[in-house]
């Protein structure tokens, strides 16, 4: 496999259940990224990892829990999340953080919140 | 504050002509411009990039134009075609603090 994958692709969930979204990629990259992407609305940056270190975090309500345990994986862990938090959630990955480095997107994962 | 302005929002465009989206940003630490491509179901896939010591970038039927005095940029689709049919999104990049800023996107539709 190659690319960045996303699992699940669809989930629907209540507001009082716990979650996670799984992303991994297969390209040798050290930075992965997780974006909120809502329609008519520019992609939101929520968090950024480079080397597993977190180093950016958008003010991204403690209801988004990232986890980067090595740098093929980042998950994405929900829990009591609110209606307008149904999106799609996309998560990429880059060489490295520096501005010219491009990002290379998964599908996302389209989240409905009951 | 939106960091990215995109215009217009969707553009409809006969097959063969040229398909043009504007964006426009106000800070001047942005050093890298790149242009993603979204077809439905599927992730934002990078298109073309460029650099603000560049003006013109040109990739096949796809090409950037840049004013860095006007804090601008545009794409340009030559010869559209209706697999060209999908969301472009422009977005502006910073080396300083991780700053990664996207339009809102334009959803393009190229008709026969």
């Known amino acids: 496999e190659t690319g960045v994958t996303q699992t699940p692709r669809h989930l629907v969930m209540g507001m009082t259940n716990k979650k996670s979204l799984k992303c991994e990629q297969h390209?040798?990259?050290?930075?992965m990224y997780w974006y909120k992407q809502s329609a008519k609305k520019p992609l939101e940056l929520m968090f950024v990892?480079?080397?597993?270190?977190?180093?950016e975090n958008n003010s991204v309500p403690s209801r988004f829990s990232p986890e980067c345990p090595n740098s093929s994986h980042l998950f994405l862990h929900l829990h009591t999340l609110q209606p307008e938090d149904s999106a799609l959630y996309l998560c990429?990955?880059?060489?490295?953080?520096?501005?010219?480095?491009?990002?290379?997107f998964g599908d996302g994962t389209r989240l409905s919140i009951l | 504050q939106q960091q990215v302005k995109q215009s217009p929002q969707s553009l409809i465009v006969q097959k063969g002509g040229i398909s043009i989206i504007n964006c426009a940003y106000e800070n001047t630490a942005f050093d890298y411009f790149p242009w993603y491509q979204q077809f439905p179901g599927k992730g934002p896939a990078l298109l073309i990039a460029?650099?603000?010591?560049?003006s013109e970038k040109k990739e096949g039927r796809f090409t950037i134009s840049f004013n860095k005095s006007a804090k601008q940029f545009s794409l340009h689709i030559m010869d559209s075609q209706p697999g060209d049919s999908a969301t472009y999104f422009c977005a502006a990049t910073s080396n300083t603090g991780n700053q990664f800023y996207f339009g809102t996107g334009t959803s393009l539709t190229v008709i026969p």
């Open positions: 390209l040798g990259h050290n930075a």
């Open positions: 990892y480079n080397f597993k270190e977190q180093t």
């Open positions: 990429a990955s880059s060489q490295g953080v520096r501005s010219n480095q491009p990002q290379h």
């Open positions: 460029i650099r603000p010591d560049v």
